[in-house]
């Protein structure tokens, strides 16, 4: 980060300039990662999309190329939004997106298709439209609202041998995947049922549907099922702009998904990451195998701002993304590529922090820092009871800032902090007597008071983690800006701009606010290098 632009970060991806907003097509092709995305070419404002397109051998290092997609058609004249890639058999990736074929009155929407001009070029450089595009639109017969029908996912290949895929919609409040088929990937015909939906959720963009191993953390190809195999939905609410997932089973008969109990769409659902994350994207990374997510950071600052600063939006790193052994919720960890920057490592030996500590982690540059630090708890006879009504997360987080003492917690780190404390993000730990003898881990990213500038959203998140403090250790990741609390049972990304807390003036704290003690069993943190991004 240089000192006139202090906000861009140092390996996240983000162009040299302009908007970006959704991660598109992600896929790796003959040892090449693809990573498309919606781009602005004229400015820092949402606008005039196209898909803009990096490569990378790592996914932490990339190389820009022309942009992949851009008007030209009839069926995308008025912008080419989002949509994914699907490899077809024998390896031939082909991408279907959403073409823009009126702006007004409701930027009718319909759904195109793209192949590689040259197979043998490993950076697939220039694609070629089919000419009969498009190959899905609203009609009056299909009932589709042309204004809420976007976002293609990958096709997966039924044993039948017919290519499925789902859009994302709604039908007045109800939030949908329309399911099509095809056998030719060019002709497609919409099925009678959804394959998934969910009442007075509104519109789904972006929809994901993958499955994932029970027996592992191992990835698997996206058109897999069989009886060690679970299956996900994801939805990103344009309504909230959160993201919601259930796991659950994909029915082979019915060509429908239904939702484990428990895990259901709405304000209390499962979510990706607790703060800001949005329009994402999974792809089956068959040489690694693994499953890989790509999510949009879109900026917490004021469009006058973004327009200031020349661009707006980044992504987060990539992430694995697996069923924990409980099949109850995905863990996500950041890709083991981004370890190769780290540098200079500091470690603090384990110690008791007692109630009202602050030590600062001392030796790293704080603003570009990659922090393991965990703690353990062994007396837990006052922890605050926790009232039944305290049922959402965020609004708890928020009503009990980094500055509200309880007994066990807040403990954690406070990062991007000036000197005397009067910049910082906290992210933190409390914890609460439940019901039945059980303690409830509440995970916190606290921005209230993370920069003097007020132009700024500074909303804080939350999210419980679902982590026993009586036999395990409570650990957290920083990726400074994006926290992995619980070995990766919940994600919280945030996006903050200090005044004062930048560059060499940003410190690092361990943190325990609580009144009584809590050990920090380990604690690593590593100067960050940076990237090459373009
Ligand atoms: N962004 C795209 C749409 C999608 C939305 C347009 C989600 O295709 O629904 O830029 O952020």
């Known amino acids: 980060a240089s000192s006139s632009q202090p906000y861009r970060t140092g390996y996240h991806f983000q162009p040299p300039k302009n908007w970006m907003n959704d991660p598109n097509g992600p896929m790796i092709?003959?040892?090449?990662?693809?990573?498309?995305?919606?781009?602005?070419?004229?400015?820092?404002?949402?606008?005039?999309?196209?898909?803009?397109?990096?490569?990378?051998?790592?996914?932490i290092n990339w190389t820009p190329h022309n942009h992949a997609i851009y008007p030209s058609q009839p069926s995308d004249h008025y912008g080419c939004w989002s949509g994914s890639a699907t490899m077809l058999p024998g390896g031939k990736p082909v991408i279907l997106y959403t073409g823009i074929i009126d702006p007004k009155p409701i930027n009718t929407q319909v759904q195109n298709l793209v192949v590689p001009k040259n197979l043998s070029d490993p950076y697939l450089r220039e694609w070629i439209k089919y000419p009969n595009n498009p190959l899905m639109s609203p009609t009056v017969e299909n009932q589709i609202n042309g204004s809420s029908f976007r976002d293609p996912t990958t096709a997966w290949l039924g044993h039948d041998n017919i290519w499925r895929v789902i859009i994302g919609s709604k039908i007045h409040r109800k939030g949908l995947a329309i399911l099509y088929r095809s056998r030719d990937f060019k002709k497609w015909t919409k099925a009678k049922h959804p394959l998934h939906s969910a009442k007075n959720t509104g519109m789904w963009e972006c929809p994901d549907f993958f499955?994932?191993?029970?027996?592992?953390?191992?990835?698997?190809?996206t058109s897999m099922v069989g009886p060690n195999v679970k299956h996900v939905v994801k939805a990103s609410l344009d309504d909230t702009k959160h993201e919601y997932y259930t796991i659950g089973t994909y029915n082979i008969t019915l060509d429908r998904y239904f939702a484990d109990k428990g895990s259901v769409e709405s304000d209390l659902g499962l979510r990706y990451d607790y703060g800001k994350f949005y329009a994402s994207k999974t792809f089956f990374d068959h040489e690694k195998n693994r499953r890989i997510l790509w999510g949009w950071i879109n900026e917490s600052s004021s469009v006058a701002d973004d327009v200031k600063k020349g661009w707006?939006?980044?992504?987060?790193?990539?992430?694995?993304?697996?069923?924990?052994?409980?099949?109850?919720?995905?863990?996500?960890?950041?890709?083991?590529?981004?370890?190769?920057?780290?540098?200079?490592?500091?470690?603090?030996?384990?110690?008791?922090?007692?109630?009202g500590s602050v030590i600062e982690v001392s030796g790293v540059t704080a603003v570009q820092a990659d922090i393991e630090i965990s703690f353990e708890i062994s007396d837990f006879k006052k922890a605050e009871i926790l009232d039944p009504s305290w049922t959402n997360p965020q609004l708890l987080c928020s009503q009990k800032s980094a500055s509200v003492k309880s007994a066990l917690g807040p403990f954690g780190l406070l990062t991007l902090a000036s000197k005397d404390l009067q910049e910082y993000t906290a992210v933190f730990f409390r914890i609460f007597k439940g019901q039945q003898g059980k303690y409830v881990v509440l995970m916190c990213s606290d921005q209230s008071r993370s920069s003097l500038n007020d132009d700024n959203d500074k909303t804080t998140y939350g999210a419980f983690l679902n982590v026993n403090p009586l036999h395990e250790k409570l650990s957290l990741r920083s990726l400074v800006m994006e926290s992995f609390g619980g070995d990766g049972k919940a994600c919280i990304t945030a996006r903050v701009y200090p005044t004062l807390a930048t560059g060499k003036d940003a410190h690092l704290y361990a943190f325990n606010y609580g009144t009584e003690k809590v050990k920090l069993s380990s604690l690593s943190a590593w100067s960050m290098k940076k990237a090459h991004i373009y």
Not at 36 to 44: D, E, H, L, S
Not at 211 to 221: F, L
Not at 330 to 340: A, G, H, N, R, T
């Open 211 to 221: 499955p994932v191993s029970t027996t592992g953390q191992n990835g698997i190809d």
């Open 312 to 355: 707006s939006g980044i992504q987060a790193i990539p992430r694995k993304i697996w069923l924990d052994k409980s099949g109850k919720q995905l863990l996500q960890w950041p890709v083991v590529e981004i370890e190769k920057l780290r540098g200079k490592q500091i470690q603090l030996p384990s110690k008791i922090l007692k109630g």
């Open 29 to 59: 092709y003959k040892g090449i990662y693809h990573l498309f995305y919606q781009y602005n070419p004229k400015g820092a404002v949402w606008g005039n999309i196209v898909w803009a397109h990096s490569t990378s051998t790592d996914l």
